[in-house]
């Protein structure tokens, strides 16, 4: 179910709109026991949920943010609907958000709620810290890079994954194959991302073009008004998933860690979440999301988990 946002959202967005995960009657398991949704309704397979963890009663202290969220009944996230295998709306069911994120998110849900109630808000790459800070948003799934600089604005629970800056190209180009065939090119980067600073300290004699979203980035790409398009390679990826027009070469040429964004100065609800995400590793969830998601493009093994604070800002 929709609702619109405020005027202030729907510049920057292509489709700047909350969205609900519905648990009507229709969306439950056929046991009718846990209200997590089925395949039809989620997009994932029973298997993912089934076994989902609940929090103990103790975990969910008095006065804390999970506490206000059971009593809320939905946890409300920042979250992309137009991230394939991340985060990506069904055009024909827009009730269901399905991805590695929003998988997760839905797990989160289940851990504070017993049921995957959550409500979206798609933020454009700069508005996540305001989310937090005004409290329109309880936590952020977002590809969201920690930093030491965006610690000193939010809090980071994880990192819960870790990719790195790749480079993609027009599918017909055969010049440019990675980051070290970037110097005086046209590079198209995502606004406040970590490749606005990167891409000039590996190639400083490239042309840096910002975008505030992911979309408007492939637009450009596709449409030649940069020679490449530098954001980290899961994102390309699930570009690349859908959007014949680009590919993805090379291999990353940085390691980043994402975290789950919540507000500054939260330390329960941080500790909360970095336990959850220990405890979904130790049992195999987080990579039956993975396999459910990611897994299913790329050529690889399960990886590793990152472990919890391992990283500056985290």
């Known amino acids: 179910m929709f609702t619109s946002t405020s005027n202030r959202w729907r510049a920057p967005l292509v489709a700047a709109v909350f969205t609900t995960v519905a648990l009507a009657a229709a969306g439950c398991s056929s046991s009718g026991s846990t209200g997590v949704p089925t395949a039809a309704s989620s997009g994932s397979s029973d298997a993912l949920y089934k076994d989902a963890i609940v929090a103990k009663a103790a975990d969910i202290l008095p006065g804390s943010t999970m506490a ?4 809320r009944g939905k946890l409300i996230v920042a979250e992309a609907l137009d991230a394939p295998l991340l985060s990506q709306q069904d055009p024909s069911n827009p009730d269901s958000v399905t ?4 998988d997760l998110a839905k797990l989160l849900a289940i851990y504070i709620l017993g049921k995957p109630n959550v409500e979206i808000v798609p933020p454009a790459s700069e508005t996540r810290e305001a ?3 005004n ?9 969201y890079t920690i930093t030491t600089q965006r610690a000193a604005q939010v809090d980071f629970a994880g990192p ?9 190209v027009k599918s017909d180009n055969t010049d440019i194959k990675s980051i070290d065939d970037l110097g005086g090119k046209t590079v198209i980067v995502g606004a406040n991302t970590p490749a606005v600073t990167t891409v000039p300290e590996k190639q400083p004699t490239a042309k840096i073009v910002s975008f505030g979203t992911d979309p408007e980035a492939v637009l450009a790409l596709t449409q030649g008004r940069g020679d490449a398009y530098v954001q980290d390679q899961t994102l390309l990826a699930s570009d690349a998933l859908t959007n014949k027009a680009m590919k993805v070469v090379g291999q ?3 390691k980043e860690a994402y975290g789950i964004g919540l507000k500054l100065g939260d330390s329960d609800f941080k500790k909360f979440i970095n336990n959850w995400l220990v405890k979904i590793q130790k049992n195999g969830t987080w990579g039956k ?3 459910a998601s990611l897994g299913t493009v790329v050529q690889s093994d399960i990886p590793t988990p990152p472990a919890i604070g391992s990283v500056p800002g985290s």
Do not use: M, Q, R
């Open 160 to 168: 819960y994954f870790e990719s790195g800056l790749a480079v993609a």
């Open 289 to 291: 999301v993975w396999k």
């Open 252 to 254: 990353p040429f940085t």
């Open 68 to 71: 206000a969220i059971k009593k």
């Open 135 to 143: 409290g329109t948003v309880d936590v952020v799934f977002n590809t």
């Open 99 to 102: 991805g590695f994120d929003a």
């Open 131 to 133: 989310l937090l800070a």
